[in-house]
Every structure is written in C-alpha cells, then in structure tokens.
C-alpha cells in the first residue's frame, strides 16, 4: 500500500502534467487559429469519433480487466496474453469496419453534426475527419494495452506515453501555423500512432507481444457481452449531459459555458485525485476476485472507501468554501471578465456538493466490474439519470444554471445510495464500511479543517495589496495541516498512506 501511495502520487502528478500540456495546446491553438473556421473544422472533426465511438472501446477496456485476471489466475499468463491477443485483434477488426465506413461517409457525418456549418467550413471538417478516423484504431490498442500494464502494476509510464501524442499535436499546430492548416489532423493521427507503439513497447519489455489472430476464443468473445452493460451505461452519461446543455441554452448568455468551466474544474480534481486512487485498486480487486481471496477483496474495497472519503470530503468542502476565488484564479483574464466568475463560480459551487459521492460512484462501479457484475450499475446510473433530468426541470426555473448544476450533484448522491444498497443487498460479504465511526470522524475532521482555514484566508484577503492565488494558496496549506493533525488524534490508520506521499522524492 505504501508503494500504492507513492504510485498515486506520481500519477497525479503525471495527469496534472497532461492536463497543462492540453490547456498550452489550447493557448497555442487559439494563438494561432483564434476562433476561425479552421479552428471549428478541427475541433468538431478530433470530436465526431470519440462522441460516436469512444465509449465502445471505453467499455471493452472496462470489461477486459476482469475476464483476464480470471485467465491468469486459473490458467496462467501465457493464456492471458492469448486472451489479450484475441481481444485486441477483435477490437481492431471492428475499430477498422468503423474507420472504413468513417471515412465513406465523413460528408454525411458532417452534416449530422455540424449542420449549420457553411459549405467551406463543412469540406474543411470531412477532410479532416478522413484523416482522424484511424485513430480509433490506436484508441482501442491503447485502451487495451494500458489495462493489462495496470493488472501488472504498470501505472506511470503509460501515462508518459501519452504525452507524445501531446507533443506531435502541439508541434502540428505550429507547422500548421506557418505552412498550411491541412497539417493539423495529421499531427493528431501521428500523435496517436507513436502513443499507441510507445504503450506497445512497454507491454513488450512486460511479457506481452502481439500477433495478430483470426481465432476468437470464448473470453474474447464474452468481453464483448460484459462491455455492452457498460457501454449502455456511458451512453446514459452521454445523454444525461446533453440534456444538461439543451436546458442551459434556453438560459442567460453564457450559462452553458459557465456550466461547462465549473465542471471542467471538478473533472480536474477528480483525475487527479478519486481517479488515480480508483485505477490502482481496480486490478487488486480483480486480481483478489479471480483468486477467491475475499479477506484481501473486502480489506482493498474498505480502505479504498476510507481513502476515498479522506480525499473527497476536504476537497468537496474546499471547493465549495473557495469556489469563488478558485474559478477567478484559474478563468479570470481577459473575457473572462467578473460577471462570468460569478455564473461559473455559482456552478461549480453547486457541483461540488457531490464531488465526494461521485468518488464513491467512481469506487463502487469499480467494485460491480470488478464481480463482472455490469448490470447493476447500469440500472442505478439510469435512476440516477432519471433523477438528474426530472430535478433538471424542477430547479432550471427558479436556479436558472446553478439548478442543473445541484441536480447533478443531487443525481450523484442518490447513485451512490443505490450502488451502496444493492451492494448490501446482492453482496453482504462485501465489507464497504468496516467503521462507519471511523467514518464520522473523517467528516469532521474534513469540516472543522476547511472551516478553520478561512480563519486564515479572510485576514490575508483584508490586506489591500494581497494577491489572490497567495491568500489561497495559504488556506488550502493550512486546511491540509489541520486536517492531518486531526486525523492523527482521531487515529486515522490510512493516515499512513497519505504520509508515504508526503515523504515522496
């Protein structure tokens, strides 16, 4: 676990390194491009195949982890890579079915999509959208190849791997910029091949080679039964946010954007936080599963819970407490003037009540996949849908934004209840909550730090010559002191992991 800790370290590290390699290709892409038809073309054609496909692969991905840990445990590894080779091949085989049709019939595609671009903008789309297409095919590979690295620990240089991709996209873009704007869809494509050969040489030097086969046992295809769940399940995401933005349009200027900022910013915590903490443990569950090791089963789904919950509920509080000052910090410059901190800042208010139940969502869905129990999150991510559209309709009138936002966060809460009940239900050896004391002391340790540090951001905002980011910055310090204090009185056992990250070199 201590090794775990410094592992979910470096990778929040690593993702916060991706996120800004992404934001500085934004900088450079609107430097260059500003908010012309080319940048439109781009940006709508990089989206089409992951909006059509993505989820596709997403699922399968999702599904392989633990029909292989299943293979390895019962059969060894040379029948897992066989596995892996089968479920690869049949994932490429329909990524290029797909990129063959993409590519036929990229002018329809964009007049399905992009229906009121202008007949120029439109040509300009589908020419790019030819050339992006393929990169479904290193999407699959990738997505593949990273689950099984993960099952073997491999958590740190996949995500180095990815920063290629960021780098060729960046260097297109300046290319792009001083010869021609037909270059950009190729640095994606380029981009996305040297990612999924880099993925494919760490498997390599990890004991997994591929060859490409026509034969397609039972696992490979039962991965594809196991993903269709799943895939349902990322569909209703799809449309739970689409029907987010539609009722935010019929709003004030700007409420979708405000929208779309502040949920971009609990995105952002979320990944580097409940994310890395959610990747690690799902290959130990699988791994803990396939052996019918229920003690170690139950002890990494209790303490991925406590940690969960250490890391959620500070965060949670701290976003809400600070949302004001955090979106000005990060937006506002430029156009992004007062008035749009405070619809963003509403937003992502509203939003984080339900950050730390969205890590509970996050861990739980995990703990389902991980049975190969895909239905069940399934039916309460629908209900909980359900839920999100009907408070949508209910609060957009008198919240205007700020009610799409609290319906969300509302949705999550009642996921997570119903993850939690049906687990108890269908699952009672399960041991989620092991303390639920443990867990009360936790809440109150997140409150009373978050609480306490405005003590400390107030006095310094009083000062006339204070700068924003230093007065926060100074609060969140002292929030994470006090709540470390706190957690060593209350004896916080997992205390100790969050110490192995603190003494990371």
């Known amino acids: 676990m201590r090794t775990a800790a410094k592992t979910a370290a470096l990778m929040a590290i690593l993702t916060l390194g991706s996120k800004a390699m992404g934001f ?47 293979i390895v445990e019962k059969d060894g590894m040379e029948e897992g890579n066989r596995f892996t080779r089968e479920s690869i091949s049949l994932m490429s085989a329909i990524a290029l079915l797909i990129i063959i049709l993409g590519i036929i019939f990229s002018d329809q595609l964009v007049s399905i999509f992009a229906v009121g671009f202008a007949e120029e903008t439109a040509a300009l789309t589908s020419f790019y959208l030819k050339i992006i297409f393929p990169t479904i095919l290193f999407t699959a590979i990738i997505m593949l190849l990273t689950a099984n690295l993960q099952y073997k620990g491999v958590f740190l240089k996949p995500i180095l791997a990815g920063y290629l991709q960021s780098i060729f996209v960046l260097a297109a873009i300046i290319v792009s910029a001083y010869y021609s704007h037909y270059f950009l869809a190729i640095g994606l494509l380029v981009g996305s091949g040297f990612y999924a050969f880099a993925v494919g040489w760490v498997a390599k030097n990890n004991g997994f080679s591929f060859s490409p086969t026509l034969h397609f046992g039972g696992a490979a295809k039962k991965i594809v039964l196991l993903a269709i769940p799943v895939f349902i399940g990322s569909t209703v995401n799809q449309i739970n946010t689409f029907v987010d933005k539609m009722l935010a349009s019929g709003l004030r200027e700007c409420s979708v954007a405000a929208l779309n900022y ?88 509203y939003y984080a009540i339900g950050l730390a139940f969205i890590a509970v969502n996050a861990l739980l869905v995990k703990v389902y996949y991980s049975m190969q129990d895909m239905k069940t999150p399934v039916i309460c991510g629908i209900i909980g849908a359900a839920t999100n559209i009907c408070l949508n309709l209910l609060l957009v009138g008198p919240m205007a934004h700020r009610g799409l936002a609290l319906a969300t966060s509302i949705a999550a809460i009642v996921n997570a209840c119903l993850l939690y009940y049906w687990m108890r239900r269908k699952y009672p050896k399960v041991s989620i909550v092991t303390d639920w004391g443990k867990m009360g002391k936790i809440l109150l340790s997140a409150v009373l730090a978050v609480g306490t540090s405005f003590g400390v951001y107030a006095p310094l905002m009083s000062i006339p010559s204070m700068v924003n980011i230093v007065a926060l910055g100074s609060a969140v310090l002292a929030a994470c002191l006090i709540y470390l204090i706190l957690l060593k009185l209350f004896k916080i056992k997992e205390l100790d992991l969050l110490k192995d990250v603190l003494k990371l070199k």
């Open 24 to 70: 500085l290709r934004e900088l450079f892409m609107a430097g260059f491009f500003g908010t012309s038809s080319i940048t439109d073309a781009y940006v709508m054609a990089s989206a089409i195949p992951g909006v059509i496909f993505a989820g596709i692969f997403t699922s399968v991905a999702v599904s392989y982890m633990p029909l292989f840990s299943e």
């Open 262 to 349: 502040g949920n971009l910013l609990i995105t952002l915590v979320s990944s580097m936080t409940i994310t890395v903490i959610v990747t690690i443990i799902y290959p130990r569950l699988t791994q803990a599963i396939a052996r019918e090791d229920y003690e170690n089963f139950n002890d990494s789904v209790s303490k991925g819970m406590s940690i969960t919950m250490i890391i959620g509920l500070p965060c949670s509080f701290g976003a809400m407490l600070y949302s004001y000052p955090a979106v000005q910090i990060v937006y506002e410059r430029g156009a992004f003037d007062a008035a749009s901190t405070d619809l963003t800042s509403s937003a992502f208010f």
